[in-house]
């Protein structure tokens, strides 16, 4: 079946400029998060959602980032004004219920910040 | 402190040697314990979930040692398809946050 999905899957911004990064994941996956990857580094948790609802997001480095998942299913992260050092792989994942951990990565949007 | 700390190598082992890694966490509240193998420029894909009692599958066995807060993956008869990066992953009691580690980067050689 399909899998998470994320687009684009390149974003080269330069500084300054908006970005949204789409995440799809598995139909019927009721959690959702968002990490932030760095060259070198494990992910980083950014922000949790159940549902359409937005439980943690004690991850997020700033006000620039905001993230939405208006409908349960497709969520979008937004930087605002971006800056150098928000250059990262960003990663989306999704998780069943039934007492199963297991997350399932989308393959990451890698954003360049020129 | 960081929630997960990892030594990140690299390790460099020939094929068919065992190699152990080895991940320590600092809350001791944590409930769930995992490996994830991360290939280059790709997403991390789980390789095992980690269980107190200590679990297996096939080459791969992975221990729990709650006392000291840490947690190994060892690794027989390396296979070059074995190279990678492995995260180590600690979930929270409240299921939300997973915390990785930094990964430990496997090399192995022909």
């Known amino acids: 079946g399909a899998g998470v999905s994320q687009s684009p899957r390149y974003k080269v911004a330069k500084r300054g400029q908006d970005v949204a990064l789409r995440c799809d994941p598995i139909?019927?996956?009721?959690?959702l998060f968002w990490y932030q990857q760095a060259l070198g580094q494990g992910p980083e948790f950014l922000t949790y959602f159940q549902n359409e609802a937005q439980l943690d997001k004690s991850g997020l480095p700033s006000d620039r980032f905001f993230a939405e998942r208006p409908e349960g299913s497709v969520s979008t992260l937004k930087i605002q004004r971006t800056q150098q050092e928000d250059s990262a792989v960003y990663l989306c994942?999704?998780?069943?219920?039934?007492?199963?951990?297991?997350?399932?990565f989308g393959p990451g949007t890698r954003l360049t910040v020129t | 402190r960081k929630e997960v700390e990892q030594d990140p190598g690299p390790f460099n082992v020939p094929e068919g040697a065992t190699v152990a890694f080895n991940c320590t966490y600092s809350?001791?509240?944590?409930?769930?314990f995992f490996w994830y193998r991360q290939d280059c420029r790709k997403e991390p894909k789980l390789l095992m979930s980690v269980y107190s009692s200590g679990n297996e599958d096939g080459r791969f066995t992975a221990q729990l040692n709650r006392a000291s807060q840490y947690i190994s993956l060892l690794i027989r008869d390396s296979k070059l398809s074995d190279s990678a990066t492995y995260l180590c992953?600690?979930?929270?009691?409240?299921?939300?946050?997973?915390?990785f580690g930094t990964g430990t980067s496997l090399t192995v050689i022909p």
């Open positions: 809350n001791s509240a944590s409930q769930s």
């Open positions: 992953v600690v979930n929270t009691l409240t299921g939300n946050q997973f915390y």
């Open positions: 994942a999704s998780r069943g219920t039934g007492g199963n951990y297991e997350q399932y």
């Open positions: 139909s019927g996956h009721v959690s």
